[in-house]
């Protein structure tokens, strides 16, 4: 079924809302004082985000075809898969998405921020933050680990057997991966690897009155917009020259 570009532009808001609230969640659940999981294992927020990925693209993979990352529109605007036209209402969607599964996450955890004192451990369940304070080493783990990421969705979806992708073990695969990315890569910067899911809720962090929130870090923000911008398109024109699109 073919769907309209406005329900398309629809369900890229809802994906990415969808992902944020469940992996921004997760940290919150980690991160925050007096939660369930407050000082649980990292392995949760890896599980959040695998899901977080994985669950929208169940839902509308075969909608809009679950970029649910501004990076990821533009990479593939780039080898022209899709019209830059397009791409950039998706973003706009991307975007927009975040910041409202974002503000669901403060609105739920709101008592758990009020109650934790460490400004870190708060822009944590907003954005990324790299340990030692390293914007290259922040760029270099955020290009790598976006590319990995960029490079194995394309070869899942694009994985046939008689001639036909199975997208269903594609999008399964997907959340798979991503999990994977934030056990093994995601150390350093915790990861991003996708501009909205960093810039949006930042964006909200030096807006929302919270206490204790601290600085949010503006001197870092470009690296998780950039480096993962950089690795789409670099991700898919390599999978184009080797597998085509």
């Keep these: 079924m073919e769907y309209s570009l406005t329900v398309q532009v629809i369900a890229e808001f809802i994906g990415t809302a969808f992902m944020v609230l469940l992996g921004n969640g ?26 977080g990925v994985m669950i929208p693209a169940l839902m509308i993979g075969s909608v809009s075809g679950n970029y649910i990352n501004p990076a990821f529109a533009i990479g593939m605007a780039s080898v022209g898969s ?77 994985n046939t057997f008689n001639g036909k992708a199975d997208l269903e073990v594609a999008h399964i695969g997907l959340g798979f991966l991503v999990m994977a990315l934030v056990a093994s890569m995601g150390g350093p910067t915790g990861p991003a690897l996708n501009p909205a899911r960093d810039l949006g809720p930042r964006i909200l962090h030096a807006i929302l009155p919270l206490k204790n929130k601290g600085d949010s870090q503006w001197g870092y923000s470009w690296v998780p917009v950039v480096a993962p911008t950089l690795a789409a398109i670099a991700a898919a024109f390599a999978f184009k020259a080797l597998f085509g699109l």
């Design 26 to 51: 997760s940290v919150a659940n980690v991160e925050l004082k007096g939660t369930k999981g407050h000082h649980g294992s990292w392995l949760i927020i890896a599980i959040g985000y695998g899901m």
């Design 82 to 158: 899709i019209a830059w036209s397009k791409a950039g209402l998706f973003i706009v969607a991307e975007f927009l998405g975040a910041m409202v599964g974002q503000l669901v996450v403060v609105a739920m955890h709101k008592p758990y921020y009020d109650q934790t004192t460490n400004p870190t451990a708060i822009l944590g369940t907003f954005s990324t933050i790299e340990n030692t304070g390293s914007k290259l080493n922040g760029f270099i783990s955020e290009f790598f680990g976006s590319f990995v990421l960029f490079f194995g969705a394309l070869a899942l979806t694009h």
